[in-house]
């Protein structure tokens, strides 16, 4: 995913993570992804700004491209890592950030069933699922099923035991494509769980599975994830 390891300049305004259509404000602010220079070459997207770097919580919108305009489809509160949005291109393991950037979307998974209308590509987690988040595994930063003899248990999450949060997810491509140890590993799309995350980003578990119905792989959808703040330039690994 070329384009989604690309720097894109956002400018992410509360007004545009607001907008329900793809019609331009006067002024011509326009919907969020119309103003950013990179939204991954497809015709879905997803935004998730807050209002800050630090901040803990803030909006996810989903958005289907149009002709020339992009057009909300739906809306959610959204929850970031205990420590808050950080700089994905400096963002570091164990540090309870949410990374921002703009990211692919690989797959979906979860402990329970997919949604119903789900098309994107779902792997269903069993006893045996973990995600490897130890650095010194050749598993680093991916699903396997059985946990590799180098990837320690106690470095790496058993997704079983996350039923809630990982009823349903997407894999945020964050260091995936070619992991870089040390700099993160198990970032998703999740549904909420008590408070905040480890450095994911969480919703309402009406709003994943609306999300994963409306999510269509072959309209190539990304997550773009920033401030509410100016212009943001950001580099997503």
């Not at 509160?77 to 291109?89: E, I, K």
């Not at 789900?118 to 010194?136: I, L």
């Amino acid at each position: 995913m070329k384009r989604a390891r690309a720097a894109v300049s956002a400018l992410l305004t509360l007004t545009a993570v607001a907008a329900t259509t793809a019609a331009a404000a006067p002024g011509g602010a326009g919907p969020l992804p119309e103003r950013m220079a990179d939204t991954g070459g497809g015709s879905q997207l997803i935004t998730v700004a807050g209002p800050a770097l630090g901040s803990r919580t803030g909006r996810l919108t989903w958005w289907d491209r149009r002709g020339r305009h992009w057009v909300a489809a739906g809306s959610a509160p959204a929850r970031f890592g205990a420590n808050g949005l950080t700089d994905g291109a400096t963002r570091r393991q164990g540090t309870s950030t949410t990374p921002t950037g703009l990211y692919g979307l690989p797959y979906a998974f979860g402990n329970a069933a997919a949604p119903r209308g789900t098309t994107y590509p779902y792997r269903r987690a069993s006893d045996r699922s973990w995600w490897c988040e130890d650095n010194a595994s050749h598993a680093y930063n991916r699903w396997t099923e059985g946990l590799p003899p180098d990837c320690r248990a106690s470095e790496s999450e058993h997704l079983a035991d996350y039923a809630e949060q990982y009823a349903h997810a997407l894999v945020i491509a964050y260091n995936y494509d070619h992991p870089v140890r040390g700099r993160g590993a198990g970032i998703f799309l999740h549904v909420n769980g008590e408070g905040a995350t480890a450095g994911c980003v969480s919703v309402p578990a009406d709003a994943m599975a609306a999300v994963l119905s409306w999510a269509d792989r072959s309209r190539l959808p990304h997550i773009a994830i920033g401030t509410e703040r100016g212009a943001t330039a950001v580099t997503a690994y």
